[in-house]
């Protein structure tokens, strides 16, 4: 049962990323900026702690991280 569960957990977390990717790709100019570094933009996922950070370049995305709400932000590392 507990298996099955997880399982069914990681599905559903991964769907939630794939949907935000999806609505990224469409709309890469919605998130809002990172006031330290303004051509990176952050998508927070919904009902869940994690933060997607990506920069606009171009025709293309580039995801550069995805981090928990409660990591240090991914400026100070870059």
């Given at each position: 049962m507990?298996?099955?569960s997880r399982r069914c957990s990681r599905s559903t977390d991964e769907a939630r990323i794939r949907r935000a990717f999806d609505h990224?790709?469409?709309h890469p100019e919605a998130a809002e900026r990172v006031e330290q570094r303004p051509s990176v933009r952050?998508?927070?996922l919904a009902r869940y702690p994690y933060v997607i950070y990506y920069e606009v370049g171009g025709d293309a995305v580039?995801?550069?991280r995805i981090l928990h709400g409660s990591r240090r932000q991914p400026?100070?590392?870059l």
């Open positions: 507990r298996t099955k990224i790709a469409n952050r998508l927070p580039t995801i550069l400026w100070e590392n």
